[in-house]
């Protein structure tokens, strides 16, 4: 196979911290790569020193000659906003354009259909933006693709149209995501960087986290026992010094400094331990002692909680201490609008339909970390919200990772991943008996997740979560409910929710017939009816759906029939 990218001995800083320490990565055609490490660990950084966005500090990096290489941008770039979605896709700085009827049928597959093509840029959702950026990487189906978590903020039904296009994309490429599920479906192997290290897996990346938790206790039981032998040699050593000195015996002298110089061998060559990461994530939560905690009843949820038609009902919802629930549903459907509700519920505001237990402690965790984007330093915005001293205070921001000296940072030059464990630890400090998390798992690393996971299971507070981390949900949740057809519902098993996802992403057609009119809206819906097939017949046979399968093989027989 050829290769597309390579790095040697590759050393980068950012401010005093070292990034990485000479390390090596070869991609080459066909490699599906997930790159994982904790936040800060310099993942991005990688992926700009890759795609030549940023030059390494030593090092040598080589880029196949006649590669294309393709990234998908964070943040929709302003130049873009104005633009219809297709042009969006077509006028790129590059020497060609594509063609029209190339960049429907990419957008097509990507769930956007009809007159959604001529929207503006601008006025997509966060997910929908993810989905035009991914759209805009692979239009000309670069050699290598470098994506920088494409899967935050969107919903299960677009991961899935995201999984269904990377498993067929022929190139290769290299995912940055945090998201166990996604990764094990869509890679082969793994980078993940820590410690200024890259451990290089050729597995999936549960696989892989299993291996370097192996290696990592070999490497421990190794340096032990080096140790123990380094211990018994400086004993030696100082025996024989002393005995030299005292008898002076110049023969056991010479013997105890060769004896210091095998122990200075030994200490330079010592098996390298792992410090883990350095940021360590704690929430703390009470119990609550009443009979229930929240009761919803005849409460029909409007957007934003304010007046207006419903986007969905509830008949009745009863949240009982130390329950753990899971609030299902597309984006759009009404999730966040009924957390809304419900907190302005619990801080004392009259919400119809909507009575809270007087023991009720609510704690919030806000997706978009609205809370957090103030000019407040680190250390005043959890002093002014907690009820303990300040020097107690800023111990647990230590024992968060975050250094003494890091405290007058102000919250809005955080990442997100930091600002989301000061968040944490502000609810820590609070130690409420229900807790509310909008998209907890966005702005967290792995290892962040694996520990909230730890601490919410332990935890006998009730919680209520909204997430797209399958994995996440199934270890945490206990009851799932699923905002379905205007109404709310619980269902036993979230895989009902999770394979019916991919019939209904938020602009995706319900699989109706719609008599398309121009050639390329022939091609998009040809393209999109091959998706929808093609995912109903991935599914196990009990969930597949036979009556739309032949009414989508009879519309492509006829469309067929049209383009010849």
Not at 277 to 306: H, N
Request: proline content about 4%; aromatic content about 6%; hydrophobic content about 40%.
């Amino acid at each position: 196979m050829a290769t597309l990218l390579q790095m040697l001995k590759v050393t980068h800083h950012a401010a005093d911290a070292v990034l990485f320490d000479g390390i090596d990565l070869t991609i080459a055609d066909g490699d599906r790569i997930g790159l994982v490490g904790h936040n800060g660990s310099g993942k991005s950084t990688l992926l700009d020193i890759a795609c030549g966005d940023r030059a390494a500090d030593i090092g040598e990096v080589t880029r196949a000659r006649a590669a294309r290489i393709g990234r998908v941008e964070q943040f929709l770039p302003t130049s873009v906003a104005e633009l219809s979605l297709v042009d969006a896709v077509i006028q790129q700085k590059t020497d060609s354009l594509i063609p029209r009827w190339q960049a429907e049928a990419l957008l097509g597959e990507l769930g956007f259909h009809g007159a959604e093509l001529e929207t503006s840029a601008g006025v997509l959702s966060g997910g929908q933006q993810n989905r035009l950026m991914f759209a805009r990487a692979v239009a000309r189906e670069p050699d290598l693709l470098l994506l920088d978590e494409p899967t935050n903020h969107l919903d299960l039904a677009t991961l899935q149209i995201f999984e269904r296009y990377l498993g067929s994309y022929r190139g290769a490429f290299l995912l940055v995501s945090h998201d166990r599920a996604f990764l094990d479906a869509v890679t082969r192997s793994t980078a993940i960087l820590r410690d200024a290290r890259l451990y290089r897996f050729d597995l999936p990346y549960s696989q892989a986290a299993d291996a370097l938790a192996q290696h990592d206790e070999a490497a421990a039981r190794a340096r032990a026992a080096e140790d123990r032998k380094i211990g018994s040699l400086k004993m030696s050593a100082k025996r024989l010094a002393t005995w030299g000195k005292i008898y002076d015996n110049e023969a056991l002298s010479k013997r105890a400094k060769s004896m210091e110089k095998r122990i200075e061998r030994l200490e330079s060559e010592r098996t390298f331990v792992t410090r883990g990461s350095p940021l360590e994530l704690e929430v703390e939560l009470d119990r609550s002692r009443s009979k229930e905690v929240v009761r919803a009843e005849q409460l029909e949820v409007t957007p934003g909680g304010e007046p207006g038609a419903p986007l969905f009902a509830i008949d009745l919802l009863l949240i009982r201490p130390g329950e753990r629930l899971a609030l299902l549903g597309h984006n759009g459907a009404g999730k966040s609008s009924f957390i809304r509700m419900l907190t302005r519920a619990c801080r004392g505001e009259t919400v119809p339909g909507v009575r809270v237990s007087e023991q009720t402690r609510m704690g919030y965790y806000d997706q978009e970390l609205d809370e957090t984007s103030s000019d407040a330093s680190m250390a005043a915005f959890l002093i002014e919200r907690s009820p303990l001293p300040d020097d107690q205070v800023r111990n647990r921001l230590i024992g968060a990772g975050f250094p003494y000296r890091d405290h007058g940072k102000s919250m809005r030059i955080l990442s997100g991943g930091e600002r989301a464990r000061v968040l944490f630890v502000a609810l820590s400090l609070q130690r409420p008996n229900f807790l509310v998390l909008d998209e907890p798992t966005n702005h967290i690393d792995m290892q962040g997740r694996i520990e909230l996971e730890q601490e919410l299971v332990a935890s006998g507070a009730a919680v209520l979560i909204t997430s797209h981390d399958r994995q996440f949900l199934d270890t945490v949740a206990q009851r799932f409910l699923w905002v379905r057809d205007g109404r709310l519902i619980e269902i036993g098993d979230p895989y009902e929710f999770y394979n019916a996802a991919p019939e209904s992403p938020p602009t995706a057609v319900d699989g109706a017939s719609r008599p398309p009119t121009k050639a390329d809206d022939v091609l998009t819906r040809i393209v999109e009816l091959e998706a929808l097939l093609a995912a109903d017949r991935a599914r196990k046979e009990k969930f597949q759906k036979p009556n739309l399968q032949a009414a989508w093989t009879a519309e492509l027989e006829r469309l067929y029939g049209r383009l010849e």
